[in-house]
């Protein structure tokens, strides 16, 4: 939606890794020397680690774009928790290779042969293994293991390692990891944005999409950016399609600071959603794939999550009510106001007027917050698949 009101050619700020919208802050310039460098050799482990969101997958996507494809053949595994015959098993499936059944030894000896062919042919072999910190011990032993398979002297298999903090304790300090550490060629933290890289990351990413100025920021509005975000990549991501979601729907020009707290207060209650009965917003989003509409059970995946959206809209109607009780209340009270004594005002009715005004002004705050989380629900939800961005 914000994209289309504000010019924008596509979505600036989108949580997939985009190598498009690479950001070379210092850190991620160092991550690429010692990448160049690990490559140049040609064997054993690359390890980049960084928290979650800092920039891995997309620094790596922007890798894939340089390497010539004819010289180098990658394989990339995003694991989850595996142990060291599975981990061979989907080694292989990322090569592309078949193999029947369950056999380790079968496996392994397909990707020797592959690995060889690969060599005669003139091309080097590179497995990237992205959140490593889900692998078990026996799972880096295997990944290490594949790293000795040779063709004469020349290594055939070179490993680039990617994790989050926890996994580069682990390397640095498990006692079974010592061979492993011993064949760590390069290997480098990706750390969080500064302040300045993090204003010039938002004008980067907007300047993909063509953006020219609008909106406009205000004076502080990156530097807060910065606090609320600590420096993370994917939180700015998040923060930012939030913010500028709130500028298109309320049609505005430059974006503030009172804009960027109404949206981290939104989404921190977002996070918090469900002590009262009412669901979070991912689990809004995930309500139709997780439960069928009754009335039409073969569309629930592409059904509103009607339920949910009716409670909140039921909620806001129920502080319309509110709110018409408290004008009644204020009407009453003007009329319970004596004429004629003094300068024709009543102490007693006047704090009585001020109190139904502040409730009056409290409730269509409140009512304006319950009305703005789900107008965004539902345009996240509709900008969810692309099935759905007619809507």
Not at 9 to 26: C, I, K, V
Request: with cysteine.
């Amino acid at each position: 939606m914000y994209e289309q009101f504000y010019g924008f050619s596509g979505r600036p700020f989108q949580l997939t890794p985009d190598p498009h919208f690479y950001f070379e802050s210092a850190s991620h310039r160092k991550a690429m020397s010692y990448l160049g460098y690990g490559l140049a050799q040609g064997e054993g482990f690359i390890v980049i680690t960084g928290e979650i969101g800092a920039g891995k997958s997309t620094l790596v996507a922007h890798l894939m774009e340089r390497i010539d494809p004819g010289a180098l053949t990658v394989a990339q595994v995003v694991t989850s928790a595996l142990d060291g015959a599975e981990i061979v098993h989907v080694v292989a499936q990322a090569f592309g290779l078949a193999v029947e059944g369950h056999d380790k030894a079968a496996a392994l000896g397909a990707i020797e042969r592959f690995l060889q062919d690969e060599a005669r042919a003139g091309r080097r072999c590179l497995l990237v293994v992205d959140e490593c910190q889900n692998l078990d011990l026996a799972a880096l032993e295997e990944l290490r293991m594949l790293s000795n398979f040779q063709l004469g002297a020349h290594p055939l298999l070179q490993c680039l390692l990617l994790g989050q903090p926890e996994f580069r304790r682990t390397l640095a300090h498990h006692p079974g990891l010592e061979q492993l550490r011993q064949r760590i060629i390069a290997s480098h933290h990706l750390e969080a944005l500064d302040a300045g890289e993090v204003a010039h990351y938002v004008r980067h990413r907007l300047a993909q999409v063509g953006w020219q100025g609008h909106p406009r920021f205000a004076e502080g509005l990156l530097e807060a950016l910065y606090r609320h975000t600590d420096g993370i990549p994917r939180r700015v991501n998040q923060v930012m399609n939030r913010l500028l979601l709130l500028g298109a729907i309320e049609e505005r020009d430059a974006l503030d600071n009172a804009m960027l707290d109404a949206v981290i207060a939104e989404m921190k209650a977002d996070q918090t959603r469900g002590a009262g009965g009412a669901r979070s917003h991912a689990d809004l989003r995930a309500a139709p794939e997780a439960a069928p509409a009754p009335a039409a059970p073969a569309a629930a995946p592409e059904t509103m999550p009607t339920a949910e959206v009716a409670a909140l809209l039921a909620d806001r109607d129920a502080r319309t009510a509110e709110l018409e009780a408290a004008i009644s209340e204020l009407q009453a009270a003007g009329r319970a106001q004596p004429a004629g004594v003094g300068d024709g005002v009543d102490e007693e009715a006047e704090a009585r007027l001020g109190t139904a005004l502040a409730r009056i002004e409290a409730r269509l705050e409140e009512q304006e917050q319950s009305f703005r989380h789900v107008l965004t629900m539902l345009i996240e939800w509709l900008e969810d698949r692309p099935s759905r961005e007619a809507a």
